[in-house]
């Protein structure tokens, strides 16, 4: 097996022959599953992790055999065809909007596993022969298995589905959104939050304000801090739901509400909730009466970010040792935008 990094697996791309299943398609038709590959895939999958295809063989028939096989639908954006895998696995990552080193990647074959390898040294490399381990490695087992986790796949099908619905159809983005049907709830964290609440500070870096990560405990005790405000955000459609897909950390002064970290599930980049739930944030703190400053570190990939603090009207302050601070006077505040139906739920935090 070989990586160089130990992050958490978020995608596992297999090869087909001798690797998925015994023997070469091209050469007989008559394959059959490897043992326990079953049991394997639905774990993986039931944890949270996606998987994908990168095999080199004839397209139509490998995905017919896939589907015979009733696996088809547990492999998002399947590469088939000839060219490297290194650049099927490129294509994955860019298409599932995951990040190359959270991938993993099985195949039977050690010149496969070394092109890919060559080409991108963070993505994990597996071979077959060691399967049997493969759900006892440390970055197949998320701290916690969240209702998101359980059904992440599906999600990422009705994304799927949304994105062809907006490639099909003609006219502004604004009157796409508001086909949708979306409803958006912004709510006070609750303890049975938490665990998605972790699993998004630790999963999200492109949108992700500062890149702050928090665990379980230290959340728990921010949500029940008198000087800390922590909101979670959910959205839903008409294609489905998208789970708790937002955080908000604010921590609250006499005089200052600071914004200690904002972060956005990248499968809702395009649908302005960033925009949405800061602007709920300026109403709260100018109805009493507060300073609002933001904090941003730059990670290489969160610029978006940065964007929408600036789009929305916050200004940089100061910088030191690359933390970013800007502040929004709260002289204009947007309206909410008519595509989505915001839904405020301010729930009592409990103390212990």
């Known amino acids: 097996m070989k990586a160089k990094n130990n992050k958490n697996i978020k995608c596992v791309v297999w090869d087909l022959d001798n690797t998925l299943w015994e023997g070469t398609l091209l050469e007989d038709n008559n394959v ?177 304000t500062t890149g702050y990560t928090y665990s379980y405990d230290e959340l728990n005790k921010l949500r029940q801090s008198d000087s800390h405000k922590l909101y979670v955000a959910s959205l839903k459609d008409k294609y489905g739901t998208y789970g708790k897909i937002g955080l908000a950390l604010l921590e609250c002064n006499k005089e200052l509400w600071d914004i200690k970290l904002l972060l956005m599930s990248c499968r809702v980049m395009s649908r302005g909730i960033g925009t949405i739930l800061l602007t709920y944030i300026m109403n709260e703190a100018k109805k009493y009466g507060k300073r609002l400053t933001a904090e941003y570190r730059p990670n290489g990939r969160n610029r978006q970010m940065y964007v929408t603090y600036k789009f929305i009207g916050f200004k940089e302050i100061k910088e030191n040792d690359k933390l970013i601070v800007l502040e929004n006077d709260l002289s204009f505040i947007q309206s909410y935008p008519d595509y989505v139906n915001l839904e405020i739920e301010e729930r009592e935090t409990r103390k212990v």
């Open 32 to 208: 059959y599953l490897r043992k326990n590959i079953i049991n394997i895939i639905k774990t993986i999958d039931s944890r949270g992790i996606l998987q994908s295809i990168a095999s080199k063989n004839h397209e139509d028939t490998a995905l017919q055999k896939l589907k015979e096989f009733n696996l088809l639908e547990y492999f998002l954006y399947p590469k088939v065809g000839w060219n490297p895998k290194s650049e099927s696995i490129k294509k994955i990552s860019e298409e599932l909007n995951l990040g190359i080193d959270t991938i993993a990647f099985i195949d039977d074959q050690d010149f496969e596993l070394d092109e890919v390898a060559f080409n991108f040294e963070e993505v994990r490399c597996i071979n077959i022969n060691d399967i049997d381990n493969i759900l006892n490695l440390p970055e197949m087992n998320p701290s916690f298995i969240t209702d998101e986790s359980k059904v992440r796949r599906k999600m990422y099908i009705a994304d799927i589905e949304r994105n062809a619905a907006e490639e099909d159809f003609n006219g502004p983005v604004e009157n796409f959104l508001s086909t949708l049907g979306m409803s958006l709830k912004v709510a006070t964290a609750q303890e049975e939050d938490l665990k998605r609440a972790e699993e998004l500070t630790k999963r999200t870096n492109q949108l992700n």
